[in-house]
């Protein structure tokens, strides 16, 4: 059985995920797209503590499928190092995963 990845990407803005997710839900490389937001977002970039307005994604796909997904992520991405990180799914509702390995090509 395929394992699961629950994949946290942060986007410039919410259009910005919503086009994100449209793309990788429709072909099929995601199953689902949850957009989060807004929130704050406080890290160093070039030497000096940046903070910023971004919306999270968590995504929902095949662990095999992870690698695909940054690459189009990144394709798509208006910062030049896009957050995309995953996590594994351990457990859950069943036919919820069922679900969700049925919905990736």
Not at 60 to 88: F, N
């Amino acid at each position: 059985m395929e394992e699961l990845t629950l994949l946290y990407v942060t986007c410039a803005n919410g259009d910005e995920a919503k086009t994100i997710a449209r793309a990788l839900v429709g072909d099929r490389l995601v199953a689902c797209a949850n957009i989060l937001g807004p929130m704050t977002s406080i890290y160093r970039w070039n030497g000096e503590v940046a903070e910023q307005e971004e919306v999270a994604m968590l995504l929902k796909t095949r662990s095999d499928m992870t690698a695909h997904v940054a690459e189009r992520v990144k394709a798509m991405h208006s910062h030049d190092l896009p957050c995309v990180v995953g996590l594994p799914i351990q457990g859950g509702n069943p036919e919820f995963l069922t679900w969700l390995r049925r919905e990736i090509d």
